[in-house]
């Protein structure tokens, strides 16, 4: 399975965009006032700077492979798909544009382009699924002859698939439903499943330890990783020999998280499990976010957690954001959890009957099978975009802490949001659970006034600075990019980030590698 090509403005396939209901309108109304519709411009209004590497470089490059510097291609790899990405290439700016797109078919030509921009000067950011909303694909330009996307696109091979250790060895440029339907010919199930599935790659998951709506029971996105195959400028890196070791630090985790700043992952070795012989998906009212939310401390802690679990605040329960498809119907209050169970039949049946006894001992209301969830799982970002159109800024911020913090970080997140927009509405959902904590994501929505980038950029740091002050994570699932650097700079500490300078100033002596990302 292909999926159609990513919109260069916008999220995800055009046909799948649709304006808001009349339902949805009217609840959006009720909280921001009257709507406006807010033009953009067309992909051939887009203002473009012109190449800056030589005839000769771009020549240089393409006796490597392919290379391409039209100014379509160059557009579609123009940043990622943050909010501040989008208002930019809406409003015509594609200033942060790569010189040429290229695009390796091997590793082999991996380590060739590499030693080539070392050689010219090039700045190279690799490129996936272009789904990054942490700013994490607009790499510094100083002090080099120009920028390249190093597109992952062609290496979506699956090289291998060890049944007996239920592992397979992938390449980096495989989109999820890709990889997801090569394992699936053998029997078999990566099993992670985020909100940008459908777009994102399986290098992008790695080098930004991402994390799937199902990751209660198959795992984050690096504890899946059990070998990496990396190109630096400085030489091949592969790890992954055995599936534990304790020879030194485990240095698959330097590069996961990296974010290409280390190096260009072309090989990704993975876990899989047997493909679920059913998938039931129900919801569970509970009073309040707080009961839910000990509820979901509880199954994990016990050991029953089903495959999915998530919980929507009061807020979030009353706009019906879990089924972006029925924003604005009315609800029955409190807050709404879905659990998702997947395995064989006698295993779903077992872990269904002990979840449902004991959320029911917990004080929720079981209201049955429900599939709208999962069929509606990958919807949110289109409903940005349709909120976008209509003078609405839209932007989700996640963070992780531990159960006893809970409280804190919700309430200082919160408040700093409301503090720095006007009148906004303000989401939250406990996404991903562990037996020591669990993260926060929250979906905030207010109307533009003035520069929207400018109005983001403040809402976002208040509500970073609030993370912190309350001893949070920066980030649980969306990487550092540029966005979070100063905040990194203070979760990690003085030695922390000479650790990571000192990392990237070996591996990658001339800095060409994504510059300006992760790194404070």
Not at 86 to 94: F, P, S, T, V, W
Not at 144 to 149: D, N
Not at 203 to 209: E, L, M
Not at 334 to 363: N, P, Q, W
Request: net charge negative; aromatic share 6%; charged share 20%.
């Amino acid at each position: 399975m292909t999926p159609s090509a990513m919109h260069w403005s916008r999220w995800g396939d055009p046909a799948k965009a649709q304006p808001l209901d009349e339902s949805a309108r009217g609840m959006v109304e009720m909280f921001v006032g009257p709507l406006v519709d807010v033009p953009t411009v067309e992909l051939e209004q887009v203002v473009l700077p012109p190449v800056g590497l030589t005839a000769d470089q771009v020549a240089g490059l393409a006796a490597i492979t392919e290379v391409a510097t039209d100014a379509e291609s160059r557009i579609r790899r123009t940043r990622g798909k943050s909010t501040p990405d989008l208002l930019k290439l809406r409003a015509g700016d594609a200033g942060d544009a790569p010189d040429a797109v290229v695009r390796p078919g091997s590793h082999d030509d991996v380590v060739a382009v590499l030693a080539y921009a070392v050689e010219q000067r090039i700045a190279v950011v690799p490129f996936g699924g272009g789904t990054s909303v942490v700013g994490g694909l607009a790499a510094r330009r100083d002090g080099f002859a120009g920028v390249v996307a190093l597109d992952l696109a062609r290496m979506k091979r699956l090289i291998a698939v060890d049944p007996e250790s239920q592992t397979a060895t992938m390449e980096p440029g495989l989109l999820g439903p890709e990889a997801e339907a090569l394992v699936g010919e053998h029997g078999f199930t990566i099993g992670h499943f985020p909100q940008s599935f459908e777009y994102a790659s399986i290098g992008g998951f790695a080098v930004t330890r991402s994390s799937g709506q199902s990751s209660s029971g198959y795992g984050r996105f690096d504890s899946l990783v059990v070998g990496l195959r990396v190109a630096t400028p400085i030489g091949d890196l592969t790890s992954g020999s055995a599936p534990a070791n304790a020879a030194g630090p485990d240095l698959r985790e330097l590069v996961m998280g990296s974010e290409g700043a280390f190096g260009v992952v072309t090989e990704v070795t993975v876990r899989v499990r047997p493909l679920p012989a059913e998938k039931v998906y129900e919801t569970w009212r509970f009073p309040s976010f707080t009961q839910g939310a000990a509820a979901m401390r509880v199954l994990r802690q016990e050991g029953i957690a089903p495959t999915v679990l998530r919980l929507s605040d009061e807020l979030e329960t009353m706009v019906n954001l879990a089924d972006p498809a029925s924003i604005g119907a009315a609800g029955d209050g409190g807050c709404l959890m879905v659990a998702g169970f997947e395995g064989t039949a006698a295993a779903v049946e077992l872990r269904r009957s002990l979840v449902t006894a004991r959320l029911t001992e917990l004080g929720g209301t079981d209201l049955g099978v429900d599939e709208a969830w999962a069929t509606g799982r990958y919807n949110g970002p289109y409903l940005r975009d349709s909120l976008l159109d209509l003078g609405i800024l839209v932007e989700t911020l996640e963070t992780a802490t531990f159960w006893s913090n809970l409280t804190r970080l919700y309430d200082g997140v919160k408040s700093a949001l409301a503090a720095s927009l006007p009148n906004p509405i303000v989401l939250c959902h406990i996404s991903h659970v562990y037996d020591t904590g669990c993260s926060l994501y929250f979906t905030v929505a207010a109307r533009v006034a003035g520069d929207p980038i400018a109005q983001w950029r403040a809402a976002k740091a208040a509500a970073s600075d609030a993370m912190i002050d309350a001893g949070a994570t920066i980030t649980h699932h969306h990487a550092i990019g540029t966005d979070h650097k100063p905040w990194l700079a203070r979760e990690i500490g003085p030695v922390g980030v000479e650790i990571l300078r000192a990392v990237k100033e070996r591996v990658d002596p001339t800095g060409i590698l994504n510059p300006g990302i992760l790194i404070p």
